[in-house]
């Protein structure tokens, strides 16, 4: 690993071309501790992740679809887990070692991801908000061959955007850095195509969610109150808005790691400051599993399935979980 000696040699990503970067200037200590930190972030969120995929994927009985969208999260934060080492070695070192096509064809595969993942969110949002809004509406409305498609067209979305994106702002100067570097015009562009339109349809629906959630709180009480039976689509409303609030989770989570990243690439902020937010980015694909293990029973017995090696006994796929958590 490169980092400054103890008499303040300068060191260059690659010496024998003039005008070279000059690489990050860390002791030894804090390079050691910065890569334990990215090894241990990258193993924990492919690892979580990967235990969502198998058992929403396994499982029959999760094959909804609002767990096809968190399949689909899953998979965008599990990928984004096994490209930070990439990141690390380009945020730490300052300096890009894999030449000018991977360098195009990196930023394009990050840049698909982390719009892929605020594309599953507004895939949320909107599931969540016809179920708890129109919930007479939900079974025509929301199908699982529907939901494949929506989540197919969000990939292909985020591809096509995201590939003109870097095609037209990507750079690979002669120091062998790699960035984007954009126009105002493309600054203002992807701020709102990528972060402000999503973004506010996102609160919006669930604003609305939680207003519907409140409402129904309310009726159900007071029938409770009056001493009058919960009839079952009470109690499913209950189920919808529970659902509904857990995911709501999920996408605070994820504005609290964004706004501020943001904001920061819309100031002039050291590049210290940038690479603590960027990070706090990618610490938000491991932190969505939490979530699932904290308010989601059927992911704590899928895990245990798979963790005892049960999803390999004949016809596991067919175990009901929720009867299962019942008992």
């Known amino acids: 690993m490169a980092y400054e000696t103890e008499d303040h040699e300068t ?7 003039n005008s070279s970067c000059i690489k990050g200037k860390h002791s030894s200590h804090e390079y050691n501790i910065m890569y334990v930190f990215v090894s241990l972030l990258s193993a924990w969120t492919v690892f979580l992740n990967l235990l969502v995929i198998i058992s929403i994927s396994h499982f029959k009985k999760l094959h909804t679809p609002t767990n096809l969208i968190i399949l689909s999260l899953a998979v965008s934060d599990l990928l984004i887990g096994l490209v930070m080492p990439i990141e690390a070695t380009r945020l730490i070192e300052m300096c890009w070692y894999f030449g000018d096509t991977f360098c195009g064809l990196y930023l394009i595969f990050i840049t698909v991801l982390l719009s892929a993942s605020l594309s599953n969110l507004v895939l949320i949002a909107i599931d969540r908000y016809v179920a708890v809004c129109h919930p007479l509406l939900y079974p025509q409305k929301i199908t699982t061959a529907k939901m494949l498609v929506s989540i197919c067209l969000s990939w292909v979305c985020s591809s096509t955007y995201n590939s003109a994106f870097v095609i037209n702002n990507r750079y690979l100067d002669t120091s062998q850095k790699t ?111 939490l979530v699932y293990a904290l308010f989601y029973p059927w992911f704590k017995k899928t895990v245990k399935h798979i963790l005892t090696l049960k999803i390999f006994q004949p016809a596991s796929s067919l175990v009901n979980i929720f009867t299962e958590l019942q008992l």
């Open 11 to 17: 060191q260059y990503c690659f010496p024998a071309i």
């Open 179 to 289: 960035d984007v570097m954009m126009g105002f015009a493309w600054r203002v562009t992807d701020l709102f195509m990528a972060f402000i339109f999503p973004c506010t349809l996102i609160i919006t629906l669930y604003l609305r969610i939680f207003y519907v959630v409140h409402q129904q709180v309310k009726v159900i009480n007071s029938l409770m109150k009056g001493g009058k039976c919960v009839m079952e689509g009470s109690v499913r409303r209950k189920s919808e808005s529970k659902a509904a609030l857990t995911l709501g989770i999920i996408v605070k989570v994820y504005l609290l790691c964004w706004i501020p990243y943001y904001i920061c690439s819309m100031s002039v902020t050291s590049s210290t400051t940038k690479n603590v937010l960027t990070w706090a980015v990618y610490v938000n694909s491991g932190l969505n599993p």
